[in-house]
């Protein structure tokens, strides 16, 4: 059985991967924060309700808040702003962004591993203070890191997702061995559904990208 690589605490834009080894830090651009304005303005009781509703956290998922973020952008408020960064921060760490993530990807659930890792990289990336919005920042660092092909390989590779089975060779006792062909349909398939995920929670800034 080949041996793959887990995760750098300290991955470089040069670092050397092969297929299944973690990929690199990529840097990404985001577009002006003007790109995301609508033609409605909110009136100053609307905005205190909508900011109440974040503050109390009845509002966690991932339509409402664009929904909200889109009628902030038009205001360009300071005290929208921070709102929006709490709440962004609350939706990721409460564990909704997973929770949206597995319910579209019922088959194969999405890798709790993979969204730590692009966390981790949000959280040390310089690049990431350009946006207040971290599921955002998760979500593209899922995409431009190349992350899910690792992980679903990684996730594929497990002996629990193989019963009494080996993922390329054989276990303890009588254990089936699993091809690596096996292992990699099994990769594939789970690249298919995760990739679908994730641009179906991105589709939600098609017009404009969350930028301070």
């Known amino acids: ?20 080894s973690t990929p690199p830090p990529r840097d990404y651009s985001v577009p002006s924060f ?5 033609s409605r303005r909110i009136t100053t009781a609307e905005k205190q309700q909508l900011l109440h509703s974040l503050s109390t956290h009845k509002v966690n998922t991932i339509n ?23 709440a ?26 993979c969204l730590e890792e692009a966390k981790r990289r949000v959280y040390t990336d310089p690049a990431s203070n350009r946006s207040w919005n971290l599921c955002w920042l998760i979500l593209q660092k899922i ?8 992980f679903s390989h990684l996730q594929a590779s497990q002996p629990a997702m193989w019963a009494s089975s080996t993922p390329g060779g054989y276990g303890h006792g009588h254990s089936l061995r699993v091809s690596e062909e096996q292992v990699g349909r099994l990769a594939q398939a789970f690249v298919r559904e995760w990739e679908s995920a994730v641009g179906i929670l991105l589709r939600g800034w098609e017009g404009g990208e969350p930028v301070r």
Do not use: K
């Open 1 to 20: 059985m080949s041996t793959y690589s887990t995760p750098s605490t300290t991955s470089t834009t040069s670092t050397q991967h092969s297929d299944y």
């Open 34 to 38: 003007r790109s995301m304005s609508s």
């Open 64 to 86: 409402e808040l664009r929904r909200i973020e889109r009628a902030f952008a038009v205001l360009g408020d300071e005290e929208c702003a921070v709102a929006m960064t709490a």
């Open 88 to 113: 962004w921060s609350y939706y990721v760490n409460s564990n909704s962004l997973l929770a949206e993530l597995r319910a579209l990807s019922r088959d194969y659930p999405f890798s709790v591993e």
């Open 143 to 150: 995409r431009t890191d190349n992350l899910i092909p690792y």
